[in-house]
DNA sequence: GGTTTACTTTTTGTATACAATATTTTGTGT
DNA sequence: ACACAAAATATTGTATACAAAAAGTAAACC
């Protein structure tokens, strides 16, 4: 069996740091201490030091040489750049998920959906944001596209985004989610890439007029 | 000055190992043996674990716990998935590039293109696939989006796709790049767009043909 | 002869130790 | 009281050491 594969210290570390870093336990600009970090994952520091190495590279984690590592803050122009980019890959994970749907991978998307409608009784913004997370990811993942799946996921590009206030209502969005979901359903993959650009778009305006309130 | 940053091992590391794949002189599922390397780099194997770590998001590098570490190999369904990728992505970095084109970032544009004509006057096929790769990623450098440009560039994507000998005819390549970049001079986004998606979509179709051949 | 099993060697994963560099604290002079 | 300098402390980067697991090898058995 495939699936139950044994992970490795620094995989399981790199997990919790990045759930820490999700949920806002470690919060953006904060010094990750080494000493401190493996003491509290009770881990030695190198496997700590292999996680740091793969989180730099979600954008979840800044290594600043002979300094040590913070957790990333992203910049509101990071935030547009980082929305372009979703703007250009989940339509076109939403589409290939239309063509290929089957049976087996729309159980894990009404899962998602569902999950995310009970989210929303609820007024967690963090289990709100995963639940998010979770939807989209659900669809890039039934994309097949696996090398997708992992740039969104593996830069935590959704959740990080979402993380900054962007996301719109909940329901306005359960709602698009729900249109989506129909799309994909019916094999309509061209309904599927504009219902998801235009998702999207939005929540990039958005981070586009924040930048440019910043910058004046 | 920020520019002269001191680079650590793990860092300096990353990038032997990343130019020895791609240049071929580490091969594809080629076992990478900790002791052997460390001592062929001279270091010891904690910046080269870190190391591990950093190419394994890259895709170059794959981590089998307990089994060690492997110059990755993609399939030609990855190939293909990669290309789909680099045709939403790169478009939009040819037209980002085209909106801001300034004096500045044309210098380097254009030493990657004459860069280029003189490779393909040699016949050294890695300079040739490195001399096409700088190219691409001028035009990501350009277009002033950093997160495209550390996708694009940290997956290794572009090297990586070229490598599996799917990169056209030299000379129709040059001109199609000497034709992106006359749109780009001009502002023309639309245009470096549509140039961009057509000098890939190429490659892609070929990626698929093989992909369909294999399946046979 | 080929296959299994026990043993040896290699290699990985992790912890720890140590030197080099940052940071903080303390002290001194103005 | 404030600014600056010097010592003390903490933290990082790297090497090394050691235990656990995998790979390789040789011997015994069918």
């Known amino acids: 069996m495939d699936a139950l594969k044994i992970e490795d210290l620094a995989e399981q570390v790199s997990k919790s740091l990045r759930d820490m870093i999700l949920t806002g336990e470690l919060v953006p600009g904060q010094k990750l201490v080494q000493t401190a970090l493996s003491e509290r994952l009770g881990v030695s520091r190198t496997p700590l030091l292999a996680a740091f190495s793969k989180l730099e590279k979600e954008l979840l984690v800044e290594l600043v040489p002979r300094r040590g590592a ?13 929305y372009e980019i ?16 089957g049976r087996k991978g729309m159980v894990d998307l009404d899962a998602a959906l569902s999950a995310q409608a009970k989210a929303l009784t609820g007024d967690d913004p963090v289990a709100i944001r995963l639940a998010d997370y979770n939807f989209h990811m659900a669809i890039m993942k039934l994309s097949g596209n696996a090398i997708l799946e992992r740039i969104l996921s593996s830069f935590s590009i959704i959740s990080k985004s979402n993380q900054s206030g962007l996301m719109k209502s909940g329901n306005k969005s359960l709602e698009e989610h729900t249109a989506i979901r129909a799309a994909i359903i019916a094999h309509d993959d061209q309904g599927a890439e504009q219902l998801m650009a235009a998702h999207l778009q939005e929540s990039r305006n958005v981070a586009v007029a924040r930048l440019r309130q910043e910058e004046a």
């Open 70 to 82: 913070f957790v990333k803050q992203l910049s509101a122009r990071e935030l547009v750049q980082l």
């Open 86 to 101: 979703r703007l250009r890959l989940e339509p076109l994970g939403a589409a290939e998920a239309a063509r290929v749907a």
